[in-house]
């Protein structure tokens, strides 16, 4: 067995390629090892979102590059690969500076990682390869071989929206939703190999357009219809959704399919229409406040999450403000939030009127001090409260397991491990900033 060693970086999209990467060379004997330093081959999965991704690799790679020396002076190679969205953005870079890369590539090609390791044995040379080729990587990827009760299933990818700060439409290329047929197919083995929950992966998962069972194109709520009579799939979430795709059809869907959850990360960005404008956003603020209106007479318990960028260009302190005053009205169970960050090739970055960092702190400090305190009266709210719980593992500590509210919120219970992979109900006593702790209720544990 050769070691296999991948770092991931970003989002819930690139954990979901590094797991395929891992399944596209196990058949080449590659099995996953815990350390990088005796690995045969190593891959860092990088994400390119925020500043200082490339400086992060950099540095990482050159710790690297040493244990890939004392491999070589004991006769054996260390295979070193860059991939996602850095990869994708600064693949020429990359190789200029690091020589030793033995492969630079994409999110959308590593489903060639085998001929590019059979490349690089043949004595041919390092590869770059940053395509958007024209062949959809999911039909060549292999079945996935392990999963856990939580499960991530990639349904979209790419991005053709162009928000100003972003650069998703550069690095993950057009937008593109996969078969209905594919989906499902690889849903019913998600679940056959134990998987309760799937989490359906997208940059923008709602814009999901995929070709139907009948031919036709299906929105993402109705995908959902489909998804949920899979027997024993008993939680469905999504992520991430955009508002100008939150559509009837899926809103819908929260109110009648019993298996989606009441929970949704909808980012919002900004509360100021200025700004939204601004930032290429494509809605106001008072479109999103409609649409969280309607979320919430569709299914009235769902609990909302979002994305926050402050100090993009321009913004004022009338502008956030604007900001402060919709969180306060949604009211939030949990939320990102970020200082704008200028990303070289995004129109953002040549605007001018960017904001100084110290304004950029102090408005994040602000926000992520009320986004704290929404979250921290979410969760106190659940005491006393019996909340259905889908045990995922065993934890850290002994005899605990660890399992999801409907909600997203991370619960800790003293639990038998047989109970992994089922729902119970507990009663929740203790209520922190980051999870919820309670007690099976008994009934239900027999
Ligand atoms: N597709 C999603 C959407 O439309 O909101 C988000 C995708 S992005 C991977 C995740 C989050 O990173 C964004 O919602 C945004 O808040 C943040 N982000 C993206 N570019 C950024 C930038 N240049 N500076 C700061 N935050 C950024
Ligand atoms: Fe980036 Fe999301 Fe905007 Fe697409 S919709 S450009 S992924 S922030």
Wanted: hydrophobic share 40%.
């Amino acid at each position: 067995m050769k070691k296999l060693y991948v770092k991931t970086w970003g989002c819930q999209m690139n954990v979901y390629d590094s797991e395929r990467m891992a399944d596209v060379v196990a058949p080449l004997g590659y099995a996953a090892a815990e350390d990088a330093v005796d690995a045969d081959l190593v891959i860092f999965n990088t994400c390119h979102i925020r500043e200082k991704a490339t400086e992060k690799l950099f540095s990482e790679l050159g710790r690297m590059r040493l244990h890939q020396k004392a491999k070589a002076a004991r006769g054996e190679r260390m295979l070193l690969a860059v991939a996602g969205c850095v990869a994708q953005a600064e693949g020429e870079e990359i190789r200029r500076r690091a020589p030793y890369i033995d492969m630079v590539f994409g999110p959308q090609t590593y489903h060639r990682l085998p001929e590019m390791i059979a490349k690089i044995n043949r004595g041919a040379g390092a590869v770059l390869d940053v395509e958007f080729p024209p062949e959809p990587k999911f039909d060549a990827l292999p079945e996935a071989r392990k999963t856990g009760v939580s499960a991530f299933l990639s349904v979209q990818e790419g991005c053709d929206k162009f928000c100003t700060f972003c650069v998703v439409p550069y690095t993950r290329g057009a937008e593109y939703s996969r078969p209905v047929a594919a989906i499902v197919a690889e849903a019913e083995r998600l679940v056959q190999n134990g998987a309760r929950e799937i989490t359906l992966l997208g940059q923008n998962v709602n814009a999901f357009h995929g070709e139907g069972l009948d031919g036709k194109a299906w929105n993402l709520g109705r995908l959902f219809y489909r998804l949920a009579e899979i027997p024993g799939l008993k939680r469905l979430r999504y992520t991430t959704s955009h508002p100008r795709d939150m559509d009837d059809e899926l809103i819908a869907a929260h109110r009648d399919v019993p298996q989606l959850m009441p929970f949704l990360h909808l980012p919002v960005q900004s509360g100021s229409d200025a700004l939204l404008q601004a930032m290429n956003r494509k809605h106001s603020a008072d479109d999103y406040r409609r649409i969280i209106e309607k979320l919430r007479a569709a299914r009235p318990d769902i609990a909302l999450s979002s994305d926050f960028i402050v100090g993009f260009p321009g913004e004022t302190d009338h502008d956030f403000a604007a900001t402060i005053k919709l969180v306060r009205e949604v009211g939030y169970a949990q939320a990102f939030s970020f200082k704008y960050s200028r990303r070289p090739g995004t129109p953002g970055a040549i605007m001018p009127n960017q904001i100084e960092d110290g304004i950029k702190n102090a408005r994040l400090g602000e926000l992520q001090k009320l986004l704290r305190e929404q979250q921290e009266d979410f969760n106190r709210r659940m005491i006393g409260c019996t909340l259905s719980v889908l045990f995922e593992n065993e934890g850290s500590e002994p005899c605990m397991l660890f399992g999801r509210s409907p909600y997203m919120q991370a619960v800790r219970v003293p639990a038998p491990t047989r109970l992994v992979g089922e729902e119970m109900a507990v009663q929740i006593e203790k209520a922190g900033f980051n999870n919820l702790s309670g007690s099976l209720i008994m009934a239900n544990a027999a």
